[in-house]
C-alpha cells in the first residue's frame, strides 16, 4: 500500500462502509476486515446508540471517517460548529486521514443534505480552496476531497470537472478521495470520457479511492450504491491503481445492503484488479 | 457570469420549489399533473448547460427531486404515530407545508423535525381540536429521536446526593402537554379524549432504548429544577403549587436513581469525550444510527 503525506503515513488495503445492518454481524463475529469507513454525520453526537457502537468497532478496527455535510464549496463559508464536532469525532477515532466531497450543500444555514456541484470556475475553485485550507488547519488531520457524481453542468463553468479537482486540491494542497463508480455515473450523464479524467488526475495526491455500484436508467445513471460494481467502473479503478500505486479501497454500498459477506466478497475483487494494474504498472516500468 | 453566491441561490431556491409531475408522483405527496413552473424552467435554462444526454430542466430535477425524496423520507422515518392517527392525506400534506417553511438547518436529518411541533401548532389546514393534538405529539415523538443521540453524564451515588450539585440527565426530556398526546400511541386512528395538561418523561433506558412515562406536575417541576442545576437543598427551597408528601417524595427519588436520571455535570474535559454506556450487542435495534448518507435515492425513470 501507499503511504503518502496525505494519508498520514498510515497504509490501509481493503475496506468497506460501516453500516448499521452489519453492526451485530460485525461485533459477533469479528471478521478480518483491514479497516471500515464511517460517514462522520452519524457520530457527530453526544452519546447514545451510534457512540455506543462506535466504541466498539475503535476496540477491534482501523476507522476512517468520510463526511457528507463540510460542504467546502459553499459560498458563505464553512460552518465552525460543525468543525468542532468534527474535531471531537477526530479525536474519538483518531482516524488517520479524513474524506469529504469536493460540493456545496447549504445556504444562509438550510441544508440540502445532498453533494451539490459547483461550477467550475476559477472564483469557486479559490474559494473552495480557501474554505479547504481552513478546515485543514483547523482539523490537523489530513484531508482528502472526493468527486461526487453529477447530474448536470453549469452554464458559467470554466474548465472540466478534473481539471477544477486539480485546481481545488493543489491550491488548497489537500488530498483526493478519487471515486471512480462517480467518474463514471459523471461521464455518463454529462458526455464525457471517463479514462481523461482518472488520466489527467495528480496522481501523488490520491489517499483513497471509492468503488460502489449504481443504478442505470435509459438515459442517465443515479448513484444508489446499491448494486456490485459493474466492469467499467472496475476498468477505471484497475487504471487509476496503475497511475496512483496500491492506494487505500473502499467499497460503499448504502442501500438494498446485503449481507456482510456479500459486501465484503464485493470489495476483495478490488484485490484481483489491484493485483493486476500493479503487474502492468511493473511490466510498464520494466519496459 | 454570475457570482458564485447567485448561482447557489438559485439553485437551491429551484430545490425548495414544490415537487411537480412524475417526481411528485413517485412520493406519498397528493398527485398533481402539472409540470414545472415557467419560474422552475427558466432557473434551469439560465443555470444548466443543455448536454447531449440531458436537458437543463431534466439535469435540475434530477437534484430537486433527491432534495424532496430524502427529506420526506427521513421525516416519515421521524413521526410514524403522527402520520397513522392524522392519516396519509393530512400527515404529507403537512410533511409538504413543513418542509417548504422549515428548511433543514441542522448538519444530520435526525433534527429535521425540530420545529414540526410549533409549525403543526400554527397550521390552519386543520381543526384546532388536531392542531393541539398533533403538535402535541409531533413534540412527543421529537423527543425520542433527542434521546437517541443526547449525552449520558455519570449517576450521582446515593451517599453523595446531598453534597453534590445535581443535574438531570441531558437524555431525559421533560414535556409539558395540552393533551395526553401519550395515549395517541396506542390508537389506531384520531379519536381525541378530554384534553388535560399532561406531563411526561422521555429517556433513553439502560438497555439504550427510548422510554417514557407519565410524572405528577409537581415531579415535573422539580426534575425542571434539576435540569438548571441545584442542590438538594436548593431543590426545595422554592415553594410548589402543591406541597408533596415525604412519601411521594421518596418515592419519585427512588424511581429517579434507579433509572440513573440523577447525574453530575460534567467537568470541561469530560465534555470533550463524552460517556458512553458499554451495552451487549445482543437485540439492540441500531437501525436509527445511519440517518446520513452520500448515496442518491433510486427513483422512476
Same mark, same amino acid.
Given at each position: 500500500?501507499? +503511504?503518502? =503525506?496525505? @494519508?498520514?503515513?498510515?497504509?490501509?488495503?481493503?475496506?468497506?462502509? *460501516?453500516?448499521? !445492518?452489519?453492526?451485530?454481524?460485525?461485533?459477533?463475529?469479528?471478521?478480518?476486515?483491514?479497516?471500515?469507513?464511517?460517514?462522520?454525520?452519524?457520530?457527530?453526537?453526544?452519546?447514545?446508540?451510534?457512540?455506543?457502537?462506535?466504541?466498539?468497532?475503535?476496540?477491534?478496527?482501523?476507522?476512517?471517517?468520510?463526511?457528507?455535510?463540510?460542504?467546502?464549496?459553499?459560498?458563505?463559508?464553512?460552518?465552525?460548529?460543525?468543525?468542532?464536532?468534527?474535531?471531537?469525532?477526530?479525536?474519538?477515532?483518531?482516524?488517520?486521514?479524513?474524506?469529504?466531497?469536493?460540493?456545496?450543500?447549504?445556504?444562509?444555514?438550510?441544508?440540502?443534505?445532498?453533494?451539490?456541484?459547483?461550477?467550475?470556475?476559477?472564483? +469557486?475553485? =479559490?474559494? @473552495?480552496?480557501?474554505?479547504?485550507?481552513?478546515?485543514?488547519?483547523? *482539523?490537523?488531520? !489530513?484531508?482528502?476531497?472526493?468527486?461526487?457524481?453529477?447530474?448536470?453542468?453549469?452554464?458559467?463553468?470554466?474548465?472540466?470537472?478534473?481539471?477544477?479537482?486539480?485546481?481545488?486540491?493543489?491550491?488548497?494542497?489537500?488530498?483526493?478521495?478519487?471515486?471512480?463508480?462517480?467518474?463514471?455515473?459523471?461521464?455518463?450523464?454529462?458526455?464525457?470520457?471517463?479514462?481523461?479524467?482518472?488520466?489527467?488526475?495528480?496522481?501523488?495526491?490520491?489517499?483513497?479511492?471509492?468503488?460502489?455500484?449504481?443504478?442505470?436508467?435509459?438515459?442517465?445513471?443515479?448513484?444508489?450504491?446499491?448494486?456490485?460494481?459493474?466492469?467499467?467502473?472496475?476498468?477505471?479503478?484497475?487504471?487509476?491503481?496503475?497511475?496512483?500505486?496500491?492506494?487505500? @479501497?473502499?467499497?460503499?454500498?448504502?442501500?438494498?445492503?446485503?449481507?456482510?459477506?456479500?459486501?465484503?466478497?464485493?470489495?476483495?475483487?478490488?484485490?484481483?484488479?489491484?493485483?493486476?494494474?500493479?503487474?502492468?504498472?511493473?511490466?510498464?516500468?520494466?519496459? | 457570469?454570475?457570482?458564485?453566491?447567485?448561482?447557489?441561490?438559485?439553485?437551491?431556491?429551484?430545490?425548495?420549489?414544490?415537487?411537480?409531475?412524475?417526481?411528485?408522483?413517485?412520493?406519498?405527496?397528493?398527485?398533481?399533473?402539472?409540470?414545472?413552473?415557467?419560474?422552475?424552467?427558466?432557473?434551469?435554462?439560465?443555470?444548466?448547460?443543455?448536454?447531449?444526454?440531458?436537458?437543463?430542466?431534466?439535469?435540475?430535477?434530477?437534484?430537486?427531486?433527491?432534495?424532496?425524496?430524502?427529506?420526506?423520507?427521513?421525516?416519515?422515518?421521524?413521526?410514524?404515530?403522527?402520520?397513522?392517527?392524522?392519516?396519509?392525506?393530512?400527515?404529507?400534506?403537512?410533511?409538504?407545508?413543513?418542509?417548504?417553511?422549515?428548511?433543514?438547518?441542522?448538519?444530520?436529518?435526525?433534527?429535521?423535525?425540530?420545529?414540526?411541533?410549533?409549525?403543526?401548532?400554527?397550521?390552519?389546514?386543520?381543526?384546532?381540536?388536531?392542531?393541539?393534538?398533533?403538535?402535541?405529539?409531533?413534540?412527543?415523538?421529537?423527543?425520542?429521536?433527542?434521546?437517541?443521540?443526547?449525552?449520558?453524564?455519570?449517576?450521582?451515588?446515593?451517599?453523595?446526593?446531598?453534597?453534590?450539585?445535581?443535574?438531570?440527565?441531558?437524555?431525559?426530556?421533560?414535556?409539558?402537554?395540552?393533551?395526553?398526546?401519550?395515549?395517541?400511541?396506542?390508537?389506531?386512528?384520531?379519536?381525541?379524549?378530554?384534553?388535560?395538561?399532561?406531563?411526561?418523561?422521555?429517556?433513553?433506558?439502560?438497555?439504550?432504548?427510548?422510554?417514557?412515562?407519565?410524572?405528577?406536575?409537581?415531579?415535573?417541576?422539580?426534575?425542571?429544577?434539576?435540569?438548571?442545576?441545584?442542590?438538594?437543598?436548593?431543590?426545595?427551597?422554592?415553594?410548589?403549587?402543591?406541597?408533596?408528601?415525604?412519601?411521594?417524595?421518596?418515592?419519585?427519588?427512588?424511581?429517579?436513581?434507579?433509572?440513573?436520571?440523577?447525574?453530575?455535570?460534567?467537568?470541561?474535559?469530560?465534555?470533550?469525550?463524552?460517556?458512553?454506556?458499554?451495552?451487549?450487542?445482543?437485540?439492540?435495534?441500531?437501525?436509527?444510527?445511519?440517518?446520513?448518507?452520500?448515496?442518491?435515492?433510486?427513483?422512476?425513470?
Amino acid at each position: 500500500m501507499s +503511504a503518502s =503525506r496525505f @494519508t498520514g503515513g498510515v497504509e490501509l488495503a481493503t475496506g468497506i462502509g *460501516l453500516r448499521s !445492518p452489519h453492526y451485530r454481524h460485525i461485533l459477533s463475529e469479528k471478521p478480518t476486515v483491514d479497516w471500515f469507513e464511517i460517514i462522520s454525520e452519524n457520530y457527530m453526537v453526544e452519546g447514545g446508540r451510534p457512540l455506543e457502537v462506535l466504541d466498539m468497532i475503535l476496540e477491534q478496527y482501523r476507522v476512517v471517517q468520510h463526511g457528507v455535510g463540510l460542504y467546502p464549496g459553499n459560498c458563505d463559508g464553512i460552518d465552525r460548529d460543525h468543525l468542532k464536532r468534527l474535531k471531537r469525532l477526530v479525536k474519538r477515532t483518531k482516524t488517520p486521514w479524513i474524506s469529504d466531497h469536493l460540493c456545496w450543500g447549504s445556504i444562509d444555514g438550510s441544508m440540502s443534505h445532498d453533494l451539490l456541484p459547483i461550477p467550475f470556475t476559477f472564483e +469557486a475553485a =479559490r474559494k @473552495t480552496a480557501a474554505n479547504l485550507r481552513m478546515v485543514q488547519d483547523f *482539523l490537523e488531520v !489530513p484531508l482528502a476531497m472526493e468527486n461526487v457524481s453529477s447530474y448536470g453542468e453549469f452554464n458559467d463553468s470554466e474548465m472540466t470537472e478534473w481539471e477544477f479537482l486539480a485546481e481545488v486540491c493543489e491550491l488548497a494542497d489537500v488530498g483526493i478521495l478519487l471515486d471512480v463508480n462517480n467518474i463514471y455515473v459523471s461521464s455518463i450523464n454529462n458526455v464525457f470520457e471517463p479514462l481523461d479524467y482518472v488520466n489527467f488526475v495528480p496522481p501523488e495526491r490520491v489517499a483513497q479511492i471509492h468503488i460502489a455500484g449504481h443504478s442505470r436508467y435509459e438515459r442517465f445513471i443515479v448513484d444508489t450504491h446499491d448494486h456490485p460494481v459493474v466492469d467499467p467502473v472496475w476498468k477505471l479503478y484497475e487504471r487509476a491503481i496503475e497511475r496512483c500505486g496500491p492506494v487505500a @479501497t473502499l467499497l460503499e454500498w448504502d442501500g438494498r445492503i446485503p449481507s456482510f459477506d456479500e459486501v465484503w466478497t464485493e470489495a476483495r475483487k478490488s484485490e484481483t484488479w489491484r493485483e493486476s494494474a500493479l503487474a502492468k504498472k511493473g511490466t510498464d516500468a520494466a519496459a | 457570469m454570475r457570482p458564485l453566491e447567485q448561482t447557489q441561490r438559485e439553485f437551491f431556491a429551484a430545490l425548495q420549489m414544490p415537487l411537480r409531475g412524475r417526481s411528485r408522483n413517485s412520493t406519498d405527496l397528493a398527485p398533481s399533473v402539472e409540470g414545472h413552473s415557467p419560474e422552475f424552467l427558466a432557473k434551469a435554462e439560465s443555470l444548466m448547460k443543455a448536454g447531449s444526454n440531458l436537458l437543463p430542466a431534466e439535469q435540475l430535477e434530477l437534484y430537486h427531486r433527491q432534495y424532496w425524496f430524502r427529506l420526506l423520507d427521513s421525516i416519515a422515518e421521524d413521526f410514524p404515530t403522527l402520520r397513522k392517527i392524522a392519516g396519509e392525506g393530512t400527515f404529507w400534506a403537512l410533511m409538504e407545508a413543513y418542509v417548504c417553511a422549515c428548511p433543514s438547518a441542522s448538519f444530520t436529518l435526525r433534527h429535521l423535525g425540530r420545529r414540526l411541533a410549533d409549525f403543526t401548532a400554527e397550521w390552519e389546514e386543520i381543526d384546532a381540536t388536531r392542531r393541539r393534538w398533533f403538535a402535541a405529539l409531533a413534540r412527543l415523538e421529537y423527543a425520542h429521536m433527542e434521546i437517541f443521540e443526547a449525552a449520558e453524564w455519570e449517576a450521582v451515588p446515593p451517599e453523595q446526593l446531598a453534597s453534590v450539585e445535581l443535574g438531570l440527565q441531558p437524555h431525559v426530556v421533560l414535556l409539558e402537554l395540552p393533551v395526553p398526546a401519550d395515549l395517541c400511541m396506542d390508537w389506531d386512528k384520531f379519536m381525541p379524549e378530554a384534553e388535560a395538561l399532561t406531563h411526561l418523561a422521555v429517556w433513553r433506558n439502560e438497555s439504550g432504548n427510548s422510554a417514557q412515562c407519565r410524572i405528577d406536575p409537581i415531579e415535573f417541576v422539580l426534575l425542571s429544577r434539576l435540569r438548571q442545576g441545584s442542590s438538594l437543598a436548593a431543590l426545595f427551597a422554592e415553594p410548589t403549587a402543591r406541597e408533596p408528601s415525604p412519601e411521594e417524595v421518596a418515592g419519585w427519588f427512588a424511581n429517579w436513581q434507579n433509572r440513573r436520571w440523577i447525574a453530575l455535570a460534567p467537568t470541561a474535559e469530560t465534555e470533550n469525550f463524552p460517556v458512553v454506556s458499554q451495552r451487549s450487542g445482543g437485540d439492540i435495534d441500531w437501525s436509527r444510527v445511519d440517518k446520513m448518507g452520500s448515496q442518491a435515492r433510486a427513483m422512476e425513470d
